[in-house]
T-cell receptor, first 118, second 108 residues
């Protein structure tokens, strides 16, 4: 069974940093497009970043502050979040694309909560 | 940046048909995907590539996409279909995914 498990969330002060992890099982992550999506409390879904091979894409709201990366030996996806702002407070989900760029997200992690507050 | 809008809410009686729209400039030229999200849970893909269903999704869920509107249709609505629904497209100009604003479906 293909599965994603998100972790690493928590409470962090504004301007602080946090690294989220997404452990994959049942598939080889470096063969797929992988994504991060977030959802602020009571709000809708917002795409954050995508990675495939060496290519990365970022939403304008996080570009220059967040970095998506992958450790193939651990089959794990990461999201390094720096210069965090209160508006980054959200549940963060990792998600696997079905096939390629522009395709739907067919498997999601359970999400991990990030709270940015002093 | 590309903007996609959905009605905030749709109400439907059990057994009837719910239609959820997703509006965007020439969205028919893009490929639309749809997700169902229940409270406290991760989203679940219910329709991809405008009108295809993943395995395990009932035939009651169908989609279409033309002109400036993509539509998710739920036929024979059941109480378990009560959830938030989001459309999603890939904007090739910005190389960004865009989600719709979300629609809450209430089963009366």
């Amino acid at each position: 069974e293909v599965q994603l498990v998100d972790s690493g969330g928590g409470l962090v002060q504004p301007a602080g940093s946090l690294r989220l992890s997404c452990a994959g099982s049942g598939f080889v992550m470096n063969s797929d497009y992988m994504n991060w999506v977030r959802q602020a409390p009571g709000k809708g879904l917002q795409w954050v970043a995508q990675m495939y091979s060496g290519q990365t894409y970022y939403a304008d709201a996080v570009k220059g502050r967040f970095t998506i990366s992958r450790d193939d030996s651990k089959n794990t996806l990461y999201l390094q979040m720096n210069s965090l702002r209160p508006e980054d407070t959200a549940v963060y989900y990792c998600a696997k694309s079905r096939w390629g760029s522009g395709d739907a997200f067919d498997v999601w992690g359970q999400g991990t909560m990030v709270t940015v507050s002093s | 940046s590309y903007v996609v809008t959905q009605p905030p809410s749709v109400s439907v009686a059990p057994g009837q048909t719910a239609s959820i729209t997703c509006g965007g400039n020439n969205i028919g030229r893009k490929v639309a995907h749809w997700y169902q999200q229940k409270p406290g849970q991760a989203p679940v893909l219910v329709v991809f590539n405008d009108n295809d269903r993943p395995s395990g999704i009932p035939e009651r869920f169908s989609g279409s996409n033309s002109g400036n509107t993509a539509t998710l249709t739920i036929s024979g609505v059941e109480a378990g279909d009560e959830a938030d629904y989001y459309c999603q497209v890939w904007d090739s100009d910005s190389e960004h995914y865009v989600f719709g604003t979300g629609t809450t479906v209430t089963v009366l």
